[in-house]
């Protein structure tokens, strides 16, 4: 196997997407996803935070009832004569949610399938628990009982089992960035790999191509090399400009205000070697499933699957499930990897498993390749 060849078809690989303008647009664009994101639901998280709501009450609120609700942030109530009326401002926007009182019952009114509703319908009901808390001290003192015994029965103390505190909202959003970083490897791969394989099959120009004197082999390590180097290309580029779009956001808003993330030599190196892999595997996958394809419609159908694996570390995450168990799924444990990395949570037992299963993988993916490509059926199909 010559190395100029492979080279050589390394260089028609890359010139060839540089030249096609929609692929080399969807390559510069994807990495652009990661920060975009980051940026928009911290805007949007502290919108439902942060916002002002108001609620609508058909009657006046007492002493006791304004203290308590000057106590609320982000929340005002207003008084209005008659359910209609609150019930007209509802459907205008100009609440967000109301309290009907008759008698000693009260019932809130709240939209339960939106954020703003939840939100409210917490805040009523916070406000209605220290009325009715404040109405019984009130009652209990009257018939001179200590409201302590009643109240304070027991002490309840909160401790946290946590290493460090971390801001939940954001762990979740940054375990969605990195899912988005690994997702944007494979997919950059899915477009050179489709391009490179059932695109020229279709184009006529593989057959033009196996003329010259080059083997097929040196032939498909061009190829596969290329999609691993623009995988390995796009999904640095998106991780490196996601870290910035993160410090950026603790600066623009409060729900990244208690974020730490400590971006060392140990851990740049990781991700480089993490990324590196992954762009290795998801080639080689791309290469193996889209050389089987006659077109490239075709091939882009059977390459859809490989999309959804980077998915999994994400919802793992968020299920709080033991991760050592996915460890052997390729390509989904190397965003388990980036995302351990990235949260200061490194387990090197799981990156040592991570690392071997994946050359192991990629070592079979290449043997696959090379005996797939001296079939003329996968040749000329």
Not at 20 to 41: A, G, T, Y
Not at 124 to 142: F, R, V
Not at 231 to 249: N, Q, V
Not at 348 to 359: C, E, G, K, M
């Given at each position: 196997?010559?190395?100029?060849?492979?080279?050589?078809?390394?260089?028609?690989?890359?010139?060839?997407?540089?030249?096609?303008?929609?692929?080399?647009?969807?390559?510069?664009?994807?990495?652009?996803?990661?920060?975009?994101?980051?940026?928009?639901?911290?805007?949007?998280?502290?919108?439902?935070?942060?916002?002002?709501?108001?609620?609508?009450?058909?009657?006046?609120?007492?002493?006791?009832?304004?203290?308590?609700?000057?106590?609320?942030?982000?929340?005002?109530?207003?008084?209005?004569?008659t359910e209609k009326e609150l019930q007209e401002k509802y459907d205008s926007k100009e609440i967000d949610g109301y309290i009907i009182k008759k008698d000693n019952k009260y019932t809130i009114y709240t939209n339960p399938t939106v954020?703003?509703?939840?939100?409210?319908?917490?805040?009523?009901?916070?406000?209605?628990?220290?009325?009715?808390?404040?109405?019984?001290?009130?009652?209990?003192?009257?018939?001179?009982?200590?409201?302590?015994?009643?109240?304070?029965?027991?002490?309840?103390?909160?401790?946290?089992?946590?290493?460090?505190?971390?801001?939940?909202?954001?762990?979740?959003?940054?375990?969605?960035?990195?899912?988005?970083?690994l997702m944007i490897v494979v997919l950059t791969c899915t477009v050179v790999a489709t391009d490179a394989t059932s695109g020229e099959k279709e184009r006529g120009t593989l057959e033009t191509i196996l003329t010259f004197p080059i083997?097929?082999?040196?032939?498909?390590?061009?190829?596969?090399?290329?999609?691993?180097?623009?995988?390995?290309?796009?999904?640095?580029?998106?991780?490196?400009?996601?870290?910035?779009?993160?410090?950026?956001?603790?600066?623009?808003?409060?729900?990244?205000?208690?974020?730490?993330?400590?971006?060392?030599?140990?851990?740049?190196?990781?991700?480089?070697?993490?990324?590196?892999?992954?762009?290795?595997?998801?080639?080689?996958?791309?290469?193996?499933?889209?050389?089987?394809?006659?077109?490239?419609k075709e091939a882009q159908s059977s390459l859809q699957f490989i999309s959804l694996l980077p998915m999994i570390p994400y919802f793992v995450k968020i299920m709080e499930v033991d991760n050592s168990m996915f460890s052997l799924i390729?390509?989904?444990?190397?965003?388990?990897?980036?995302?351990?990395?990235?949260?200061?949570?490194?387990?090197?037992?799981?990156?040592?498993?991570?690392?071997?299963?994946?050359?192991?993988?990629?070592?079979?993916?290449?043997?696959?390749?090379?005996?797939?490509?001296?079939?003329?059926?996968?040749?000329?199909?």
């Open positions: 196997m010559k190395w100029n060849n492979i080279k050589i078809t390394i260089h028609k690989e890359l010139r060839g997407i540089i030249r096609d303008k929609k692929s080399l647009q969807r390559i510069l664009l994807l990495p652009m996803i990661v920060p975009i994101i980051l940026i928009l639901f911290g805007y949007l998280f502290d919108y439902m935070e942060y916002s002002k709501y108001t609620i609508g009450v058909n009657y006046e609120l007492n002493d006791i009832e304004t203290s308590i609700v000057k106590e609320l942030d982000n929340v005002k109530f207003i008084t209005y004569n954020s703003s509703g939840e939100i409210v319908n917490s805040y009523a009901n916070t406000y209605l628990d220290a009325y009715n808390k404040s109405l019984a001290t009130n009652y209990l003192i009257g018939k001179r009982i200590d409201p302590n015994i009643v109240f304070n029965s027991i002490k309840i103390t909160n401790k946290s089992l946590a290493k460090e505190e971390t801001n939940t909202m954001f762990n979740i959003l940054l375990s969605l960035s990195i899912t988005y970083v083997r097929s082999g040196e032939l498909v390590a061009g190829k596969y090399l290329a999609t691993a180097i623009l995988g390995c290309f796009s999904g640095l580029l998106s991780y490196a400009l996601t870290i910035p779009a993160i410090y950026t956001g603790k600066s623009m808003f409060k729900t990244f205000k208690d974020i730490n993330i400590n971006i060392n030599v140990e851990s740049t190196i990781l991700v480089l070697i993490v990324i590196i892999v992954s762009a290795l595997l998801s080639a080689g996958v791309c290469i193996a499933l889209s050389g089987k394809a006659r077109t490239y390729p390509i989904a444990n190397c965003g388990m990897a980036l995302n351990d990395i990235t949260m200061n949570n490194i387990n090197y037992h799981n990156l040592f498993v991570i690392f071997i299963s994946s050359i192991i993988y990629i070592v079979l993916i290449i043997y696959y390749i090379s005996k797939q490509y001296k079939d003329e059926k996968t040749l000329f199909s």
